[in-house]
């Protein structure tokens, strides 16, 4: 009670000096009562434990009394606070059974025995009380928590200026730990436990004295979180009873006031929103009306809308550094008219302009004429080009393939924040929206969150260093941001256009992309090129041809990571599809044509198949495909495929040139839709329409278009359909009459394709495919009149003189270039079937009789039997070669058979092929049969057809068991055929057959001294043979002495190759050892092998440890070498 009574007595007295006037400050609040007052009141009547809490609160207030200092550090003043009074009652003895003689006379007395057990238990309790009073001092704490009272708002401000208490942090540990133990998180509670080793986290009192224990942790977050209001929706106070003061009065009134303005506001804003749902819809019902009109009116728009505009944009400049901004002078119509036909003469001529003449002086101004017209579409979707125009079906392909996918969810995390618009009104309300989702995770992966809110301030900031410092924050988050990442960028930076009624510049993104374009990360290179491609359509015109091509130019001539080039041709994709000003053509021929010769594979197909067809496009409405672009790619293959003494020098030049002759052949055939459009679209063809032909292209046509961005209904578009237009023009005859374009088709490009097969190395089968590929194509797509009166025609005179040097040809070491043998093949299969088929016989037998190189011959059936259509037509002008007379003749046929096995259908390989094998392997000639062998030996590893399989054995069998033997030119194809079908056929036929018989060749080779190339194929043939399955018997019946005949042939004739044998040896005897036992039984069950196979890799997984263990073991005597793994 008095220890009560004194508390509450301080209590008043704190009171008191809280509510006492503090005018005066301290020094009246200590002239009323003072702290050393209340200690003597406490010390004075004993109140111990309420003057040691105050001593405690004060020393951490840094604010010590030595008054209590003293007191409580003199063990003194607690020496009498366990004496009490004791009865003096003796201590009862028990008899002794000790002698006199056992007794310490000196140690023990009857009168200081009791004195000495009271002293021990004195001291016992002495130290028992110093160690409560030091536990007491530690742990002490609050009185109770009803003592604390409401704080204001200076001490809530402050109270999180203190550094934490000892029994704030002892709490808080024993709520941790409670909540790792409830989670399961027990090896983490250990070892938390094991870090605050002086907690005893089993009793809540060890954290305090008269502390109550708070509820879990889990429970105080969500406390927090519902007290705060973040797990709640919004709400507002309806009515408070409390005491209202004017004041309050007043801001209730405003607050009403506001919210009705608010709700009148969101109301506004909601038929806004109707209204622009319907003015949407009305939109698109026009943009719908305005693509199905006629575009004729549209394009005379144009021309008038350009008619007062000059663009003289410099092409040679590439510094972006400098500009000089020129404004039009107006023209009348007359004026603009005449200078039409000084341009059109101006384009007729070729012109050639490489990168390095692009170049100029630093010094040097790029003048930039704008247009005086304004920009008639509001629209931020449109890109600022007046003077070009581009069909909308091929606009959304060119953006399909160039622009930048955005992720799904930017549309919530970026775009749904800034529908609204940007201002600064609305600022905070974007803040609102991004904030909670920052503060809780700005993590490596949550940090696109913050990507709105940075953007909303670059449009607002009015000051250029801040927007620069906030972009550069942008461009940032990611050290090295990925895909997904940079997508999120780019989303951001895609939403801020579109805010923009018009295009703008976007420099001081553009700059800072030009500095990330030399970033050492190619992250960041990537970054900065796909930021071209998402600008591309929201940046004017004059710096997209100014700034932005220089960027990229610059990126694909110096960028070294593939990837980023990629996306560098990607990006100069979009800008030659938005581009407008003619002059710049040549800047981007030639930057097209540059990264056709990339070495990278993944370049050279982002540049043929989106940058140049862009391009093709764009030549195309200028009028420059014929006279600039072909020309130009057919010069390339013409210097690539000229024979020279450099390049027969080198293989890896040759294989390098090899590769780009094949991609520049296969962007002719990318560009051959373009092609057909410039030659069909005349006024000559259009004259002769019918409305009567479908509008549907022709399926020649249809199977040219490889991507919908070469579809003729996309990238371009006429006063007429341009489906009827080209099915005029196949289905029509054009002896009578003849146009400008027609006859350089015939004059220029089929000329340059005869020179350019006649030198083409036949040996790179790559190039000779893609050239067979395009001439095929070409055929197909002009149609059979233009084929057999233009193509043929033109290839006839060579093909009349290669077959006069043909039948020439006595000297089988004589060479004659037979290039235009497939060439004239690819003619022929789009012609008619029968002509097709009497031409491969006639080359067949005529180059076999002449002992000419096939390898032509071979690539073009191989390339024709992969066509369903034709593998008939092959294999009928095949089987004359299967039933001539000459064995030359059948042994080429057969080398044909054995290279197109893997093409044909399955049905013509039963019926087609199988029987001209088993025919060719009963020739009596033994080099039609050796021929043959390899035949069988294709459809036994090759064909999925089981009859043909099952032949093609049996008759191996019957030729291998010819009571005459096996004659010496049979013998090497045999045994590497053998060899070869090992492993797909039964184990019965390995054994029975193919191990039986390698064993009698070997022997008679022993015995004849053959030749090396047989021993060369025995060893082969083994090789493959001793990892098959056999049997045992087998092993030591046929394998085991194969080898020890083949042991004594290579060691007489190829000695090379006696340690192979010797090794192949070894291992068939490792298998012979095996008890017979173990293979019976792992031959009926798996069990006994699994088991066996366990054990020998336990076995040797041991004897791996041994060995790692004594490599790791360190010696005693070598003090030089580091104990890297002893503890520290």
Same mark, same amino acid.
């Given at each position: 009670?008095?220890?009560?009574?004194?508390?509450?007595?301080?209590?008043?007295?704190?009171?008191?000096?809280?509510?006492?006037?503090?005018?005066?400050?301290?020094?009246?609040?200590?002239?009323?009562?003072?702290?050393?007052?209340?200690?003597?009141?406490?010390?004075?009547?004993?109140?111990?434990?309420?003057?040691?809490?105050?001593?405690?609160?004060?020393?951490?207030?840094?604010?010590?009394?030595?008054?209590?200092?003293?007191?409580?550090?003199?063990?003194?003043?607690?020496?009498?606070?366990?004496?009490?009074?004791?009865?003096?009652?003796?201590?009862?003895?028990?008899?002794?059974?000790?002698?006199?003689?056992?007794?310490?006379?000196?140690?023990?007395?009857?009168?200081?025995?009791?004195?000495?057990?009271?002293?021990?238990?004195?001291?016992?309790?002495?130290?028992?009380?110093?160690?409560?009073?030091?536990?007491?001092?530690?742990?002490?704490?609050?009185?109770?928590?009803?003592?604390?009272?409401?704080?204001?708002?200076?001490?809530?401000?402050?109270?999180?200026?203190?550094?934490?208490?000892?029994?704030?942090?002892?709490?808080?540990?024993?709520?941790?730990?409670?909540?790792?133990?409830?989670?399961?998180?027990?090896?983490?509670?250990?070892?938390?436990?094991?870090?605050?080793?002086?907690?005893?986290?089993?009793?809540?009192?060890?954290?305090?004295?008269?502390?109550?224990?708070?509820?879990?942790?889990?429970?105080?977050?969500?406390?927090?979180?519902?007290?705060?209001?973040?797990?709640?929706?919004?709400?507002?106070?309806?009515?408070?009873?409390?005491?209202?003061?004017?004041?309050?009065?007043?801001?209730?009134?405003?607050?009403?006031?506001?919210?009705?303005?608010?709700?009148?506001?969101?109301?506004?804003?909601?038929?806004?929103?109707?209204?622009?749902?319907?003015?949407?819809?009305?939109?698109?019902?026009?943009?719908?009306?305005?693509?199905?009109?006629?575009?004729?009116?549209?394009?005379?728009?144009?021309?008038?809308?350009?008619?007062?505009?000059?663009?003289?944009?410099?092409?040679?400049?590439?510094?972006?550094?400098?500009?000089?901004?020129?404004?039009?002078?107006?023209?009348?119509?007359?004026?603009?008219?005449?200078?039409?036909?000084?341009?059109?003469?101006?384009?007729?001529?070729?012109?050639?302009?490489?990168?390095?003449?692009?170049?100029?002086?630093?010094?040097?101004?790029?003048?930039?004429?704008?247009?005086?017209?304004?920009?008639?579409?509001?629209?931020?979707?449109?890109?600022?080009?007046?003077?070009?125009?581009?069909?909308?079906?091929?606009?959304?392909?060119?953006?399909?393939?160039?622009?930048?996918?955005?992720?799904?969810?930017?549309?919530?995390?970026?775009?749904?924040?800034?529908?609204?618009?940007?201002?600064?009104?609305?600022?905070?309300?974007?803040?609102?929206?991004?904030?909670?989702?920052?503060?809780?995770?700005?993590?490596?992966?949550?940090?696109?969150?913050?990507?709105?809110?940075?953007?909303?301030?670059?449009?607002?900031?009015?000051?250029?260093?801040?927007?620069?410092?906030?972009?550069?924050?942008?461009?940032?988050?990611?050290?090295?941001?990925?895909?997904?990442?940079?997508?999120?960028?780019?989303?951001?930076?895609?939403?801020?256009?579109?805010?923009?009624?018009?295009?703008?510049?976007?420099?001081?993104?553009?700059?800072?992309?030009?500095?990330?374009?030399?970033?050492?990360?190619?992250?960041?290179?990537?970054?900065?090129?796909?930021?071209?491609?998402?600008?591309?359509?929201?940046?004017?015109?004059?710096?997209?041809?100014?700034?932005?091509?220089?960027?990229?130019?610059?990126?694909?001539?110096?960028?070294?990571?593939?990837?980023?080039?990629?996306?560098?041709?990607?990006?100069?994709?979009?800008?030659?599809?938005?581009?407008?000003?003619?002059?710049?053509?040549?800047?981007?021929?030639?930057?097209?044509?540059?990264?056709?010769?990339?070495?990278?594979?993944?370049?050279?197909?982002?540049?043929?198949?989106?940058?140049?067809?862009?391009?093709?496009?764009?030549?195309?409405?200028?009028?420059?495909?014929?006279?600039?672009?072909?020309?130009?790619?057919?010069?390339?293959?013409?210097?690539?495929?000229?024979?020279?003494?450099?390049?027969?020098?080198?293989?890896?030049?040759?294989?390098?040139?090899?590769?780009?002759?094949?991609?520049?052949?296969?962007?002719?055939?990318?560009?051959?839709?373009?092609?057909?459009?410039?030659?069909?679209?005349?006024?000559?063809?259009?004259?002769?329409?019918?409305?009567?032909?479908?509008?549907?292209?022709?399926?020649?046509?249809?199977?040219?278009?490889?991507?919908?961005?070469?579809?003729?209904?996309?990238?371009?578009?006429?006063?007429?359909?341009?489906?009827?237009?080209?099915?005029?023009?196949?289905?029509?005859?054009?002896?009578?009459?003849?146009?400008?374009?027609?006859?350089?088709?015939?004059?220029?490009?089929?000329?340059?394709?005869?020179?350019?097969?006649?030198?083409?190395?036949?040996?790179?089968?790559?190039?000779?495919?893609?050239?067979?590929?395009?001439?095929?194509?070409?055929?197909?797509?002009?149609?059979?009149?233009?084929?057999?009166?233009?193509?043929?025609?033109?290839?006839?005179?060579?093909?009349?003189?290669?077959?006069?040097?043909?039948?020439?040809?006595?000297?089988?070491?004589?060479?004659?270039?037979?290039?235009?043998?497939?060439?004239?093949?690819?003619?022929?299969?789009?012609?008619?079937?029968?002509?097709?088929?009497?031409?491969?016989?006639?080359?067949?037998?005529?180059?076999?009789?002449?002992?000419?190189?096939?390898?032509?011959?071979?690539?073009?059936?191989?390339?024709?039997?992969?066509?369903?259509?034709?593998?008939?037509?092959?294999?009928?002008?095949?089987?004359?070669?299967?039933?001539?007379?000459?064995?030359?003749?059948?042994?080429?046929?057969?080398?044909?058979?054995?290279?197109?096995? !893997?093409?044909? =259908? $399955?049905?013509? /390989?039963?019926?087609? @092929?199988? %029987?001209?094998?088993?025919? *060719?392997?009963?020739?009596?000639?033994?080099?039609?049969?050796?021929?043959?062998?390899?035949?069988?030996?294709?459809?036994?590893?090759?064909?999925?057809?089981?009859?043909?399989?099952?032949?093609?054995?049996?008759?191996?069998?019957?030729?291998?068991?010819?009571?005459?033997?096996?004659?010496?030119?049979?013998?090497?194809?045999?045994?590497?055929?053998?060899?070869?079908?090992?492993?797909?056929?039964?184990?019965?036929?390995?054994?029975?057959?193919?191990?039986?018989?390698?064993?009698?060749?070997?022997?008679?080779?022993?015995?004849?001294?053959?030749?090396?190339?047989?021993?060369?194929?025995?060893?082969?043939?083994?090789?493959?043979?001793?990892? !098959?399955?056999? =049997? $045992?018997?087998? /092993?030591?019946?046929? @394998?085991? %002495?194969?080898?020890?005949? *083949?042991?004594?042939?290579?060691?007489?004739?190829?000695?090379?190759?006696?340690?192979?044998?010797?090794?192949?040896?070894?291992?068939?005897?490792?298998?012979?050892?095996?008890?017979?036992?173990?293979?019976?039984?792992?031959?009926?069950?798996?069990?006994?092998?699994?088991?066996?196979?366990?054990?020998?890799?336990?076995?040797?997984?041991?004897?791996?440890?041994?060995?790692?263990?004594?490599?790791?073991?360190?010696?005693?005597?070598?003090?030089?070498?580091?104990?890297?793994?002893?503890?520290?």
């Amino acid at each position: 009670m008095m220890a009560s009574s004194s508390v509450e007595e301080v209590r008043n007295a704190e009171h008191r000096l809280q509510e006492a006037p503090s005018t005066k400050g301290k020094g009246l609040n200590q002239a009323m009562i003072s702290y050393e007052e209340i200690a003597t009141k406490l010390l004075s009547e004993r109140l111990l434990l309420t003057a040691l809490e105050l001593h405690a609160e004060l020393c951490e207030a840094d604010r010590e009394l030595p008054l209590l200092r003293d007191f409580f550090s003199n063990p003194n003043n607690f020496e009498c606070l366990n004496m009490k009074p004791e009865p003096c009652l003796p201590i009862p003895r028990s008899s002794s059974q000790a002698t006199l003689d056992s007794l310490d006379m000196t140690r023990y007395s009857e009168d200081g025995g009791g004195v000495d057990e009271r002293v021990a238990v004195l001291e016992f309790e002495l130290r028992k009380a110093k160690e409560n009073i030091n536990s007491l001092r530690a742990n002490l704490t609050v009185v109770t928590e009803s003592e604390v009272s409401t704080p204001d708002k200076n001490s809530e401000k402050s109270l999180f200026e203190h550094p934490i208490k000892p029994h704030e942090q002892r709490a808080l540990n024993f709520l941790v730990n409670e909540y790792l133990l409830a989670n399961s998180y027990k090896l983490t509670s250990i070892t938390f436990s094991d870090e605050n080793e002086d907690q005893d986290f089993e009793d809540w009192q060890d954290v305090g004295l008269n502390i109550p224990k708070p509820p879990e942790l889990l429970q105080i977050y969500r406390e927090f979180m519902r007290s705060t209001g973040y797990d709640k929706p919004p709400s507002s106070t309806v009515a408070v009873q409390t005491e209202e003061t004017e004041d309050d009065v007043k801001e209730k009134a405003k607050e009403a006031e506001l919210n009705k303005r608010v709700s009148e506001q969101a109301e506004e804003v909601e038929r806004l929103k109707q209204q622009t749902v319907a003015l949407e819809q009305e939109k698109t019902n026009l943009q719908e009306m305005l693509d199905s009109a006629n575009l004729t009116t549209a394009v005379s728009a144009t021309v008038q809308e350009g008619s007062g505009t000059i663009l003289t944009l410099n092409s040679s400049s590439t510094t972006p550094d400098k500009f000089e901004m020129l404004e039009s002078p107006p023209q009348d119509a007359s004026s603009s008219q005449a200078a039409l036909p000084e341009a059109e003469e101006d384009d007729s001529a070729s012109m050639v302009v490489s990168l390095g003449e692009t170049e100029t002086s630093e010094r040097e101004w790029t003048r930039i004429h704008f247009p005086r017209t304004d920009l008639t579409d509001s629209s931020a979707n449109e890109s600022d080009s007046p003077s070009r125009y581009l069909p909308a079906s091929f606009r959304r392909e060119v953006l399909k393939h160039c622009q930048i996918p955005v992720p799904a969810h930017a549309n919530q995390v970026i775009e749904e924040p800034l529908k609204e618009g940007i201002t600064r009104e609305c600022l905070p309300d974007i803040a609102a929206h991004t904030l909670p989702r920052i503060i809780p995770n700005v993590i490596l992966n949550k940090r696109e969150e913050v990507i709105s809110l940075l953007l909303s301030i670059v449009k607002l900031q009015t000051s250029s260093v801040e927007r620069e410092k906030l972009l550069q924050i942008l461009f940032n988050l990611q050290k090295r941001p990925q895909n997904e990442e940079r997508h999120m960028v780019l989303a951001g930076l895609i939403a801020i256009a579109k805010l923009e009624k018009e295009p703008t510049d976007n420099e001081e993104v553009l700059n800072l992309c030009w500095e990330q374009s030399q970033h050492k990360y190619s992250e960041r290179r990537l970054l900065a090129a796909e930021c071209c491609a998402a600008l591309a359509i929201y940046t004017t015109s004059s710096i997209r041809n100014s700034l932005m091509i220089s960027m990229l130019q610059q990126m694909l001539l110096d960028d070294k990571e593939p990837v980023v080039r990629v996306a560098v041709v990607k990006s100069l994709s979009l800008l030659v599809a938005l581009m407008d000003d003619p002059d710049k053509y040549f800047q981007c021929e030639e930057l097209a044509l540059t990264a056709m010769e990339d070495i990278s594979p993944d370049v050279v197909d982002a540049a043929s198949s989106i940058l140049l067809p862009i391009l093709a496009q764009w030549a195309l409405s200028l009028k420059r495909l014929q006279s600039h672009l072909l020309p130009r790619i057919l010069g390339k293959l013409r210097s690539l495929v000229k024979p020279s003494a450099v390049n027969s020098c080198s293989p890896t030049r040759d294989y390098h040139e090899g590769n780009r002759t094949a991609a520049l052949l296969g962007l002719l055939y990318k560009l051959l839709p373009h092609t057909i459009v410039c030659v069909v679209d005349t006024e000559t063809v259009r004259r002769r329409m019918q409305e009567s032909l479908s509008p549907q292209l022709p399926p020649e046509l249809t199977s040219l278009c490889n991507s919908t961005i070469v579809d003729p209904k996309i990238f371009y578009e006429c006063e007429v359909d341009i489906g009827i237009l080209l099915n005029t023009f196949l289905l029509s005859a054009w002896g009578d009459c003849t146009w400008s374009e027609l006859e350089w088709l015939s004059e220029k490009l089929i000329l340059d394709l005869i020179d350019i097969t006649l030198s083409v190395n036949i040996a790179q089968e790559n190039v000779v495919n893609e050239l067979l590929t395009y001439l095929q194509s070409l055929c197909l797509g002009f149609g059979k009149y233009i084929t057999r009166y233009k193509i043929l025609l033109a290839f006839k005179p060579h093909l009349d003189r290669m077959n006069e040097e043909l039948s020439a040809l006595n000297d089988h070491n004589q060479t004659i270039n037979l290039n235009l043998v497939p060439a004239h093949l690819s003619i022929l299969s789009t012609l008619d079937s029968n002509e097709f088929t009497n031409a491969l016989k006639h080359y067949l037998i005529e180059m076999a009789l002449r002992g000419a190189d096939l390898n032509g011959l071979r690539i073009a059936v191989v390339k024709y039997c992969a066509q369903d259509k034709l593998q008939e037509f092959v294999l009928s002008g095949l089987w004359d070669g299967v039933v001539h007379q000459s064995s030359t003749v059948k042994c080429a046929t057969a080398s044909l058979f054995s290279s197109i096995i !893997c093409k044909i =259908s $399955n049905k013509l /390989v039963d019926i087609r @092929i199988a %029987p001209a094998a088993v025919t *060719l392997a009963s020739d009596s000639d033994a080099s039609v049969k050796a021929a043959a062998v390899q035949v069988l030996g294709k459809l036994v590893t090759e064909s999925k057809v089981r009859d043909a399989k099952d032949k093609a054995r049996l008759t191996l069998e019957t030729i291998v068991r010819d009571p005459q033997g096996v004659p010496s030119v049979l013998a090497v194809p045999l045994v590497l055929t053998l060899a070869a079908i090992a492993p797909s056929c039964p184990q019965n036929y390995v054994e029975d057959v193919i191990a039986t018989q390698l064993t009698g060749i070997t022997a008679s080779a022993l015995q004849q001294n053959r030749k090396p190339d047989l021993a060369n194929a025995l060893v082969e043939a083994y090789s493959v043979l001793v990892y !098959c399955t056999l =049997s $045992n018997q087998c /092993v030591n019946n046929a @394998i085991l %002495p194969g080898l020890k005949y *083949l042991e004594g042939l290579v060691s007489q004739v190829v000695p090379q190759q006696k340690d192979a044998v010797r090794s192949l040896l070894r291992e068939i005897e490792s298998k012979k050892d095996m008890p017979r036992q173990m293979d019976r039984s792992a031959s009926m069950s798996s069990g006994i092998s699994l088991s066996m196979a366990t054990v020998n890799v336990g076995q040797g997984v041991e004897d791996m440890r041994q060995r790692v263990s004594k490599i790791f073991q360190q010696k005693t005597n070598s003090p030089s070498m580091p104990s890297i793994f002893r503890k520290k």
